[in-house]
Structures are given as structure tokens and as C-alpha cells.
């Protein structure tokens, strides 16, 4: 019997001129070189981004915080391929603490993905105000249960105004890679899915846009 496999797609596709994080700079997308007929009926196009790396869906590596940490090109593909993952729901929860992500024999070497829905925002001046974020002590306990990779619908996995991003310093300095901005979470069973999300190998990166897809069967 034939396996059917289904794919939901988790990240928000880059567009010209879009904003993904006040401040930064949105990416320009444009021709390069114009389609032009090489013989009949046969013509390419090659196309131009310009963009900084934390743009639309991206994941972060160790070196995005610390400068002797794996650049986006190192990152171990055990962490971005085909991954076990599992949904933790956390719709509408401001501040995610440790009692939100559930048992850690449930997480133990799993792409953790925590549902909060903000990613309904998206693409208004509303995404980028007062989302929701884990604590310091959430990022222990993601080290602690030895999570492969963990993943959030929202703005960022810190508290904006916490100068000292304690998340980011707990889950990068320990291997952990992060990803922001991702969407279409809902449509994720809790359990029994795997994730994939890569980046392109490009060397001294801290973060790179991703398609992030979850496969489901």
C-alpha cells in the first residue's frame, strides 16, 4: 500500500520590499538579466536579491551569537533534515515558560515548534509589537531535554526588551539552532511529523532565510 505524504509549508515567502524585523532593512528583489532569447523558443532569466540574512523565515546558528560558533554552512543537517518534530501549543500565552512545553521524555531529541498564533500578524505593524516569547528558564529546560532544533510563529523567541536575550544565549551556545517567523503551524498535528529546514551553506552567517516544511503522513 502506497504511503501518502503531505506537505505543509511553514515559512513566509520573501517578497520585494517586505519588513521582517523593525529597522532592518527589506530585501530588493530584482532582474539581473533580462529574458532574452538564446534560439527559438529558448530564453533564461536570471533574477537579483539583495537582502540581510534575518529576512522571512531563518534560522539561526550559534554564531549569530557567539563569533567561535558554527556559522549557518556548519550546522550539523542531522539538526535540519528530516528531523522528528512535534507542535507545542501555546495560542495566546504572552510568556512562555517551562510549563507550556510538556514532559521532556516527550522532547528529547526533537524539532520543538511552539504554536503561538501570532504569526496571524503577519505583515502588519501588529507582528512587531508585544509577541510572545520564551524565558531563560524555558531555554534550559530545551537543553536539558535535548531538543534538536526549536521553532516559533513569532517575532522573536526573546523578549525584545530583555538587552541580554537570554534564549538565544542558552539555546546557541549549547548547538541549539532557532527558528523565527514561522507560520501555518495550526495546520500541524502535536506529534508525529518531521521537519525539515535548510539553509544555503553560506560561510561566516549567523542566520539565513529557510524553507522550513513539515511532512506528514
Known amino acids: ?15 520585494h520590499g517586505m519588513t521582517t524585523y523593525p529597522g532592518l532593512p527589506a530585501p530588493t528583489v530584482s532582474t539581473y538579466h533580462e529574458r532574452a532569447e538564446l534560439s527559438p523558443g529558448v530564453s533564461f532569466h536570471i533574477g537579483r536579491v539583495d537582502l540581510v540574512a534575518n529576512t522571512g523565515t531563518y534560522v539561526d546558528a550559534p554564531f549569530h551569537y557567539d563569533p567561535g560558533g558554527a556559522d549557518v554552512a556548519e550546522l550539523p543537517l542531522a539538526r535540519l533534515v528530516d528531523v522528528p518534530a512535534l507542535r507545542v501549543s501555546a495560542y495566546g500565552v504572552p510568556v512562555l515558560g517551562p510549563d507550556v512545553l510538556g514532559e521532556p521524555d516527550r522532547l528529547w531529541g526533537k524539532a520543538v515548534l511552539v504554536h503561538t498564533g501570532w504569526s496571524r500578524h503577519w505583515g502588519t505593524e501588529r507582528y512587531h509589537h508585544g509577541g510572545p516569547y ?3 528558564e524555558s531555554a534550559r529546560f530545551l537543553v536539558d531535554a535535548n531538543v534538536a532544533i526549536v521553532g516559533v510563529d513569532a517575532l522573536n523567541v ?25 507560520t501555518n503551524l495550526a495546520a500541524l498535528p502535536d506529534d508525529g511529523f518531521r521537519l525539515t529546514a535548510l539553509p544555503a551553506p553560506v560561510r561566516g552567517m549567523g542566520s539565513f532565510p529557510v524553507r522550513a516544511v513539515a511532512v506528514l503522513q
Do not use: K, Q, W, Y
Open 134 to 136: 520564551l524565558t531563560a
Open 158 to 182: 526573546d523578549d525584545v526588551d530583555d538587552p541580554t536575550r537570554p534564549v538565544h544565549d542558552t539555546l546557541l551556545r549549547n548547538g541549539i539552532p532557532i527558528i523565527e517567523h514561522l
Open 1 to 15: 500500500m502506497e504511503v501518502v505524504r503531505r506537505f505543509v509549508d511553514l515559512s513566509h515567502a520573501v517578497e
